[in-house]
């Protein structure tokens, strides 16, 4: 049976930190579904489908990921794609506070799927899309907090 894990989130930019988790996840999972989905609760600043071209551009070439949208509960989708895991970031200790409770209520709707964290390397902890999308709607200079090959149309 394959590994296959969801990596959900609005990437609303996909930053240097999303990109860092796949990297280092990519030898726990034979394939990763980088899965976008809209947040009712946030203001998005690229169109559902800038997200998925930017990202499927960024990795093109790279075997074992795939790009998909969603919507409804992630738990749901994961049972739907067929993935067992949940992967998720964490930057700081509210993160993990608010990502613990939504795995266990996840593991409680479906005990199958697991829910993996993994911590964010010192360098990115402050970088999150919030701060990302605010340099970018005032014009500012936002690339060194995105991966290097991301084609911002």
Not at 50 to 71: C, F, H, N
């Amino acid at each position: 049976m394959q590994k296959i894990a969801v990596f959900p989130g609005t990437f609303d930019p996909f930053t240097k930190g999303h990109e860092n988790v796949i990297s280092r996840s990519r030898p726990l999972f034979d394939k990763i579904i980088i899965a976008i989905g809209n947040n009712s609760q946030k203001e998005s600043f690229f169109t559902l489908d800038q997200r998925v071209k930017m990202i499927k551009k960024l990795y093109a070439q790279v075997p074992g990921i795939e790009v998909d949208t969603y919507s409804g509960l992630t738990v749901d989708y994961c049972w739907k794609a067929g993935a067992r895991y949940i992967l998720r970031g964490l930057r700081t200790a509210a993160d993990f506070e608010y990502e613990r409770a939504i795995a266990q209520i996840n593991r409680k709707m479906n005990p199958e799927v697991e829910t993996v964290f993994l911590l964010t390397i010192p360098e990115y902890t402050p970088i999150n899309s919030g701060i990302v999308r605010e340099i970018l709607r005032f014009g500012g200079d936002a690339r060194q907090f995105l991966p290097d090959n991301l084609i911002i149309d």
